[in-house]
């Protein structure tokens, strides 16, 4: 089923890291990308994206000078992405060799040409940090399992680089954490904020 949703989602090819339809396609799906609703370009990006792409078309404006459109939730979905970043789910070794040039192409081709929404207050920035440094925990992990938890220290150390810890400080959280584990492949975004007391 992941190689079916990472056909789907890349069109039936094979992953180009400095295609920005392909990194708006893959992150959308681990980061809840959106294109800006005022930029040409992000529109005719967002066009091919319903089009080829797995993007859901939620609405159109008079004139077609608009679309709304969204990326589904989907885990299977997330996890054809993850396959795709990291060779996850396939027969070889995993790599996070793919990883820079996403970046580059994400960073440079997407945000800085202004076809995405980065949010106000840097929330696509802080989505892509804490994923990246998860991801990369788990493919450090001997199995590679993207659905299994891995452990919140080493994630901390992924995000934060071990060796530059001050001194002591890495200490005084390792008893406290040492049994806590994480896990996430993707990020939603809900149209209702969420109870600030959850329920059972």
């Given at each position: 089923m992941v190689k079916i949703a990472k056909a789907k989602l890349l069109n039936?090819?094979?992953?180009?890291?400095?295609?920005?339809?392909?990194?708006?396609?893959?992150?959308?799906q681990c980061v809840c990308l959106e294109p800006t609703l005022?930029?040409?370009?992000?529109?005719?990006?967002?066009?091919?994206?319903?089009?080829?792409?797995?993007r859901l078309l939620t609405g159109i404006s008079h004139k077609r000078s608009m679309i709304n459109t969204y990326s589904p939730s989907e885990p299977i979905l997330s996890l054809g992405a993850i396959s795709a970043l990291?060779?996850?789910y396939?027969?070889?070794?995993?790599?996070?060799?793919?990883?820079?040039?996403?970046l580059t192409t994400f960073t440079q081709g997407l945000c800085k040409a202004g076809i995405i929404e980065k949010g106000q207050l840097g929330e696509v920035a802080a989505r892509v940090l804490l994923l990246t440094a998860r991801d990369v925990t788990a493919v450090?992990?001997?199995?590679g399992d993207f659905l299994k938890p891995v452990r919140l220290l080493d994630v901390l150390d992924s995000l934060l680089c071990r060796d530059k810890w001050?001194?002591?400080?890495?200490?005084?959280?390792?008893?406290?954490?040492?049994?806590?584990?994480?896990?996430?492949?993707?990020?939603?975004v809900t149209e209702e904020n969420l109870p600030d007391v959850p329920d059972e």
């Open positions: 039936n090819k094979p992953f180009n890291s400095s295609s920005r339809d392909h990194v708006f396609t893959i992150l959308s005022a930029n040409r370009e992000a529109i005719s990006l967002a066009d091919r994206s319903v089009a080829n792409h797995m990291y060779n996850a396939e027969n070889g070794p995993l790599t996070l060799d793919a990883l820079r040039p996403v450090k992990q001997e199995n001050e001194e002591g400080e890495r200490e005084k959280i390792e008893a406290p954490f040492a049994g806590a584990y994480v896990n996430f492949t993707h990020w939603i």
